[in-house]
């Protein structure tokens, strides 16, 4: 069972930046891929952004250039930084493991940004 607790949302104008954390704990988190979703109102769930257990990284092409996916195994912890935020851009962002091999996948719980002057 993973544990999986996201921060780093809020409100923020357009063109500024926002950095999301999200802290794995309960296994081992360097067997899992991790990814970042979106969902805004009346949209269904995109990808954002991937990262691989071995870092490699894709790229929603809505995101691509102006979004980051990271990883850090030491602290269990993956992040997205997001530069030159749209107003298209505002959704609830979750971050999701996927088991490197098993059929198994959890999420956060979701956090929310809002890109609006």
């Known amino acids: 069972q993973v544990q999986l607790v996201e921060s780093g949302g809020g409100l923020v104008q357009p063109g500024g930046s926002l950095r999301f954390s999200c802290v794995a704990s309960g296994s081992i988190f360097s067997i899992y891929h991790m990814a970042w979703y979106r969902q805004a109102p009346v949209n269904q769930l995109e990808l954002v952004a991937t990262i691989t257990t071995g870092g490699i990284t894709t790229y929603a092409a809505s995101v691509k250039g102006r979004f980051t996916i990271s990883r850090d195994n030491a602290k269990n912890t993956v992040y997205l930084q997001m530069n030159s935020l749209k107003p298209e851009d505002t959704a609830v962002y979750y971050c999701?493991?996927?088991?490197?091999?098993?059929?198994?996948?959890?999420w956060g719980q979701g956090t929310q940004v809002t890109v609006s002057s």
């Open positions: 999701n493991a996927q088991h490197r091999i098993a059929d198994v996948t959890y």
